[in-house]
């Protein structure tokens, strides 16, 4: 059973987050008593052949899984968060493993909670785009619906487009590092091929939406996307801010002017490049 503020309890069911057993045929074991073909199973990436000995072993193992539900509400692929066990000594097994694409799930093509973001992002007229799993189910769980994320890949045109069906704008807020800047630059072509409005939110340095939410609160959250400017402002920010540009090399500055000259002249008409 869950067990939490009610909240928490309904974004959890909500998002279908379950968990893995630590065992290496669980699954398989399941799936065999209920006469699912391991050829099936195997191609929808649940479990992996034995490279000898033949038969099979579960690929999510000892993991915090979320299921990846598509548009129409059918669960089509699975993200397992590693959780840490006594056994892992130094070798660390790798923080997500997610389900390889298959017949019914290609991951550029779907977004991470849009299933159940659908109609806040209808009824605000905007989406928020994050990172992670856990950034999308830890704003759901304190009030912020309308928040997705990629599968584990650079944000695509396709999803961009998959967006636009449900509203017109997005706000990007991804993870506020460098990993987290270069996502954000260039999440500008598929939102702009899109035809999406498109905001740029200022994460701290070191921070992440869900850290945000947990440390600060949900209110604080809401007036980092209450105060986030056009995209192209916000990228101009970056680059040019002092702590970021004064005191580099002259190469860096020189590369830093021509890609804010380059937002510049993206810019869609007179006044927005004047501005």
């Keep these: 059973p869950l067990e939490g503020p009610p909240e928490v309890d309904a974004a959890l069911r909500a998002f279908r987050i379950g968990y893995a057993p630590n065992a290496w045929d669980g ?18 990436g649940l479990i992996v052949p034995r490279s ?9 193992r000892h993991r915090l899984m979320f299921a990846v539900i598509d548009v129409s509400g059918r669960v089509i692929a ?26 019914i799930y290609t991951k550029g093509e779907h977004l991470f909670g849009l299933y159940q973001a659908r109609q806040a992002i209808r009824q605000s007229g905007e989406a928020v785009l994050v990172e992670g799993n856990f ?11 309308n928040v997705v994320a990629p599968l584990g890949t650079a944000f695509t045109e396709h999803q961009a487009r998959l967006l636009r069906r449900f ?19 260039a999440a500008r072509a598929p939102c702009r ?5 498109v905001r740029g939110a200022a994460v ?30 916000r990228l101009l920010d970056v680059l040019l801010r002092d702590g970021e540009f004064e005191g580099r090399a002259l190469h860096d500055q020189a590369a830093r002017v021509r890609a804010a000259l380059q937002l510049i002249s993206e810019a869609g008409d007179d006044v927005e490049r004047t501005v």
């Excluded at 000898?52 to 999510?60: A, K, V």
């Excluded at 091929?193 to 409005?197: C, I, N, V």
């Design 167 to 185: 509203a017109p704008s997005v706000t990007l807020m991804l993870d506020g590092d460098d990993a987290g800047k270069k996502a954000t630059w």
């Design 193 to 197: 091929a899109a035809g999406l409005s």
């Design 78 to 103: 699975f993200s397992g968060r590693a959780l840490p066990a006594p056994e892992d000594g130094d070798e660390k097994p790798a923080k997500y493993i997610n389900s390889p694409e298959s017949p």
């Design 27 to 44: 699954l398989v074991a399941y799936l065999q008593r209920h006469g699912v073909s391991p050829v099936v199973a195997e191609r929808a």
């Design 135 to 145: 950034d999308v189910v830890a704003l759901h769980a304190r009030g912020i619906g």
């Design 204 to 233: 701290p340095a070191g921070m992440d939406p869900d850290a945000i939410a947990q440390k600060q609160g949900a209110a604080t959250v809401k007036a980092l996307l209450a105060a986030a400017p056009p995209l192209a402002q």
């Design 52 to 60: 000898s000995g033949g038969g099979h072993y579960d690929r999510f």
